[in-house]
């Protein structure tokens, strides 16, 4: 597949599509954020020759039907918080932004559903919520700032997926604007659909390279009106995974949150935090929270939790019941990626996902990866799901061109360790160009034709962000 | 598309493939089933010309390549209990059937997942994980008899989907033997996974047309301890709507299942199970149930129900506390289908899905409908889902040819009603042969033309159960 270079005909005719002020080039303030998302590695970075705002599903068509006269690539563009490098221009040619399509079309209490504009913020959308006393119980937990298109493009999942599951779960229904600029839309206010393929599940998680997501129909929830957290120190990983089996099968409880952390995602959140509590003494942490719409319930899901905690000897258990004490043990959690970075740069955000009883292993087994490579390898994330966020770092005594050597084989030995444990290569970040010369490791060939098959379907010309997910051409 | 008559050749291949008492021909014992599936009305059968019981993956490899070469259609056949022709050989040639493919291959407690062959009965699979606490919660109502590879095939859902969603929230992994007999693994006992396209949801509800699933990864959930039912009837169905939306939205309930009855399915089912509550005096009744693993947290949920349904005037509440209550007013909405069947014949089962916020008028309308056809148009299901099941039946005063004349035209006017309230044609029924023609009411001719592609993408000879779904040719 070859690209033309964006033409001054091209820039013209958008201009004529989205208005002269949609329309960025490369002098504009600020373009260069469109060459990356939140991933550092500037060998991962690219810059777009256009930058372009579409504010309506006929600007998209128009762009789309352009790019494919002029075979010229199109990326679209949330918020640019991903991880894995979804929203980079990785050919150059047009970044499409979704930043003025930021219109909640619909909020729908009678019928749980919200139809949205891909550029909603997911707190801006949580926001008109509240008062209902409804949410989407899917958002990740950049939802201070991350866009709903960006959560259903990558089928972005947070901390409450173990009650509630991922993006995908809520997305009832979809408009996509196709590679040659035709519409198509699936789905609706539904929550039972069989009518067909399911092909509002193939376009969630897709990273825009089979379609372009111009409105999102979501499935609302009831909002819990309370919520409490039980956080604990523990002498070690294995300790707290004890915990979560005890949790999910011998009491049966279905918590909000099962966050783990190892002891140096622990000590450093908590050590830049300031934090009081006798944290340097653990090993490992655990964060459960149970939410309900009533208190007395929350009350007897807290009495269990604490009761199962007990049968464990732990360092410290501490129960926050007010909003402000949540809180603060959710910050701990939030920060930990921070502070890891705050520690040492480079570093590499993973998202392996491996069945919930090998977790333990694989924490194990990891910090052993980085003992042998001498460099932290520290775990911490979503405990109920598998979804185990490791980030190797650079050992601060190290200079960068070591660790520039030894991380592409740390790194595979840690994929490799995954997919020994029946793993997977991506939870919740998606595969962008950052893992895909990594999929072949998780996905046997018949998988992998099977997708670029798809590919080829739904855009035989390749505009539609290449280089992610799959190529046409199979990897040599 | 033209296939060939199963050859003397063909059969002695699949006895080769799957052993001698594996191949059933026409004048096997019992053969007929292999004609039909619950649908009653004889002009959706049709005759294999052979039916083969693999045993294996390799089984089912085998068949697929000689059925290739043949050029012979080859249909999966589960338990035979769908409602939409998904099992019939449309087309005649090799029906398949998992009977024999009835292994529980591994319970992975501490996983929370369970791998299963296709032909494993939901409640047997159910007895083996009673004892360890965990369920499948997306089993559907016909759980004694129907097939873990059925429910998937046809993303089938039952009476909890309010809370636990549908069978494809707990598919986690798949196997599949592909059309020219390639075997394709995807997923596995994972809860979170974004490494490429959702090829696990593409499969699931695609009724055996784009691949055959031989192996299927579920997740499981933490199993209830508790369970209680508070049986209401009411005035009229719009009252029973009214509660609806009091618990999920005022309340912020989930209840594990939000049914309701109109008068006649209410009425009918009663009579003939022989009821002692009046249901003579109510108009519509609303089966609502909370579960869970703590009786303190039971008694809580159900005491907030009962308070939101005081604010309504009844004709009566019942609360059911014990197993045998809890199964008594169960067995009043396991009886409604049965009920209608019984009451006249012919029927039509439908299975139209529409935004909750429109059952009230849907059901009302369908009613009028009725009126207008002097015919009963019966409306229950899940009203917490939107999962309208109507059986338009014939009036036992009319003539069968009466029927026949009015039906289609009924029939059409339920599908436009349901079309112009945002709704749709199946939420868990699927669409089979039986439904084939409408889904151009339902679908835009740019989602129809995807799923073409789609069954063209991964069986390009059309001989995956053809003629179901979508059809390789448009429709005329």
């Not at 966020?389 to 995954?418: G, K």
Request: proline residues 6%; contains cysteine; aromatic residues 8%.
């Amino acid at each position: 597949l070859t690209y033309n270079p964006v033409s001054p005909a091209l820039v013209e005719r958008l201009r004529r599509i989205c208005g002269p002020d949609a329309v960025h080039l490369s002098d504009s303030p600020g373009f260069a954020r469109y060459s990356h998302d939140q991933t550092k590695d500037t060998r991962l970075h690219a810059e777009p020759e256009v930058v372009v705002f579409p504010s309506t599903t006929e600007h998209v068509q128009g762009i789309l039907q352009a790019a494919t006269e002029h075979r010229v690539p199109v990326t679209p563009r949330g918020a640019g918080s991903g991880l894995s490098g979804g929203a980079v221009p990785l050919h150059g040619g047009i970044v499409a932004s979704v930043a003025r399509m930021n219109r909640i079309l619909a909020v729908d209490p009678a019928s749980m559903t919200a139809v949205v504009q891909p550029g909603v913020v997911t707190n801006a959308l949580d926001a008109e919520l509240e008062p209902l006393g409804l949410f989407f119980a899917g958002y990740p937990m950049s939802e201070e700032f991350c866009y709903i298109g960006g959560n259903v493009a990558e089928n972005a999942g947070g901390g409450r997926a173990v009650k509630y599951g991922v993006t995908g779960r809520y997305v009832t229904g979809l408009e996509v604007v196709r590679a040659d600029g035709t519409v198509m839309r699936v789905g609706g206010k539904l929550f039972k659909n069989v009518t067909g393929y399911d092909l509002v599940s193939l376009f969630v998680g897709s990273e825009g390279t089979l379609g372009f997501i111009t409105e999102v129909t979501l499935r609302l929830m009831p909002r819990p009106r309370y919520r409490g957290v039980v956080f604990v120190l523990l002498p070690d990983v294995e300790d707290a995974l004890a915990i979560v089996n005890e949790l999910l099968i011998t009491e049966r409880l279905t918590p909000s949150a099962l966050e783990f952390f190892d002891d140096f995602s622990l000590h450093q959140s908590c050590r830049v935090l300031g934090e009081s509590i006798p944290y340097r003494d653990a090993g490992a942490a655990l964060l459960i929270e149970a939410d309900s719409h009533d208190e007395g319930v929350l009350e007897r899901e807290r009495e269990r939790i604490q009761a199962a905690v007990r049968r464990y000897s732990s360092v410290a258990t501490f129960s926050a019941e007010t909003e402000d004490e949540v809180n603060r043990f959710w910050r701990i959690r939030k920060q930990v990626p921070w502070s890891i970075m705050n520690y040492s740069s480079p570093r590499s955000s993973e998202d392996l996902v491996v069945p919930i009883a090998h977790i333990a292993e694989f924490v194990r087994e990891a910090k052993r990866i980085g003992l042998r490579y001498d460099t932290p390898v520290p775990c911490f994330g979503h405990a109920g799901d598998g979804n185990i966020h490791t980030s190797p770092l650079r050992n601060p005594n190290h200079d960068i061109e070591h660790w520039h050597r030894i991380f592409p084989q740390l790194q595979r030995e840690l994929y490799q360790l995954a997919h020994r444990l029946g793993g997977t290569l991506s939870g919740e970040h998606g595969i962008g160009h950052k893992r895909r010369a990594f999929l072949s490791i998780f996905l046997d060939e018949t998988a992998l034709t099977a997708m670029r098959s798809l590919k080829q379907t739904f855009d035989p010309l390749g505009i539609l962000n290449p280089g992610k997910v799959v190529d046409l051409e199979p990897e040599v």
